[in-house]
């Protein structure tokens, strides 16, 4: 092995003498030299048992020869910035703790790199990272949080905190057992929201040991994971497998095609061409359309299916979809084993992995097929869609699976008008939104305020008995990957950046269709009209131009002002 790190410190002999002031010996300095990253923390539950992983990945990289060390740049959560200004910090995240990592892997030599990470911003900002490094790693996903009561989720919140801003509707006793079992367990939330996407989405591309993504976080197979991840990267180093080798145009599709097949969250369509950027890939936004229009979806996993996201793990997980849809995949793409795609699933076959947890899936009543539909079972093609048009020239993204029938078409749709989250919330709160009406919000985009998601509003539509199956949300904002119902976000160009959106008015008209792709005003004041009439109002509107924004400081004024577009996906420029 052609150590790096041994190259570069013979340069310096402080170098060594400060590894040696923290515990290392005269050997380890000889050693290999392994970065085990982590957003360990008390930040939230997907992030407080990951020292636990680390630690076994220390083990592994010890009894392979290497010499680990351990650093930390902890996140945030988007469950815990609902309600307040903390949610336009939560995408910015992502960049800030790619950043961070890219410092303490660029500052020190180093011949390999574990990363660890459960949820939404720092699994895409940890595969970024990984992107600009470009020395062997694998990331260690931190697997599924244990189910609630009568298998809920966490998400149970959206219903719970609507009843307490309206009088009688819920007793401090439910909302103290709700406090009490919400969240039963460390890892991320079970259900297939953006963290549980994301899990997925990086064993798709390659980068984690095989059936790695989900792991229930209370079963000692996530620990198992985390000490064969030691043991392996010192093999990737040994053989100079980098990230780049990894993370191929290729794996990209393959890693498109699980997110269609499972019903994934419509935030990857901004984090995956984010990390495809770092990467020097351009990713289309319209490529999520047309392998969408191949894909069978079968994945039956909450909320666009019924089941949670450990069971969807018992059931064989990712793997299991990459077995069922080999014909669709690039089984040749390198893998953080150092074997092929291909290579991965025979090998999990002859060690009787697909079987061997179907027990576990047996004492919920379950059998493989009610998770994970076979091929020629499936109901529909893809899970997510691209929306073009007068309001979205640029893009916008619905997840069409996790929406009824009857609200993937909708045609002069009367359009109630806010400027802020906050503003639509407190509306639906107040019952001041009627059946057939589309909420519209605005200037919550990227530069508009961070981009934060509208879960709290989605969840107040759908636990709202009056409107819920009716109304439907268009946004240049983002959602949660819980999100459920006629949701249509990412509008592109957002309004802050002069988009179409932000020249909507009450009253106006709005159409759009799943099936022909299409999402346009066509309607002034009530009054129906074309498309071509509506298009020109807008650029007439457009003359007063737009609100102008308060004033902003340090790295939210930063982001703010050099995001790139959602359909570019929303990194800094």
Known sequence: MIQKSLNERRFWAQFDALEMGTGWDDIDITKPQIMVESVYGDSHPGSYHLNQMVEQAVYGVYEKGGKPAKYYAT???????????????????????????????????????????????????????????????????????????????????????????????????????????????????????????????????????????????????????????????????EKGITASQIMTPAAFRNAIIIHSAIGGSTNATLHLPSIAREMGYEMPIELFDEINHQVPHIGNIYPSGTQLTESFWFAGGVPMVQWLLQDMLDMDVMTATGKTLGENLEDLKKDNWFERNLGYLANYGLKREQVIFPVEKAHEKGSVAILKGNIAPDGSVVKYAACAENQREVVNAKARVFNSEEDAYDAVAKKLINPHEIVIIRYEGPRGCGMPEMVATTEAICCDERINGTVALITDGRFSGATRGAAIGHVSPEAAAGGPIAFLEEGDLISYSVENRSINMTGIHGVPCSVEEATAELTRRSAKGIIPREPR????????EHAHSAMQGGGLE
């Open 75 to 237: 996140d945030i959560c988007d469950g815990c910035t609902q309600g307040h200004d903390g949610m336009n910090f939560v995408l910015a995240s992502r960049e800030a703790i790619a950043n961070m990592v890219e410092v303490h892997g660029s500052a020190v030599p180093w011949d390999g790199m574990i990363l660890a990470s459960s949820c939404d911003k720092s699994i895409p900002a940890h595969l970024k990272a990984a992107a600009r490094l470009d020395i062997p790693t694998i990331f260690m996903p931190g697997g599924s949080m244990r189910p609630g009561p009568n298998m809920t989720t966490s998400i149970v919140a959206g219903d719970i905190s609507l009843r307490e801003k309206r009088d009688g509707a819920i007793t401090p006793q439910e909302v103290r057992d709700y406090k009490l079992t919400g969240c039963p367990s460390v890892g991320a939330c079970t259900f297939l929201g953006t963290a549980s996407t994301m899990q997925c989405l990086a064993e798709a591309l390659g980068l984690t040991l095989p059936g790695a993504a989900l792991v229930p976080a209370t079963m000692r197979d996530l620990l198992q994971y985390s000490r064969e991840a030691g043991r392996k990267i010192m093999e990737l180093a």
């Open 553 to 560: 400081k340090g790295f939210y004024k930063m982001y703010t």
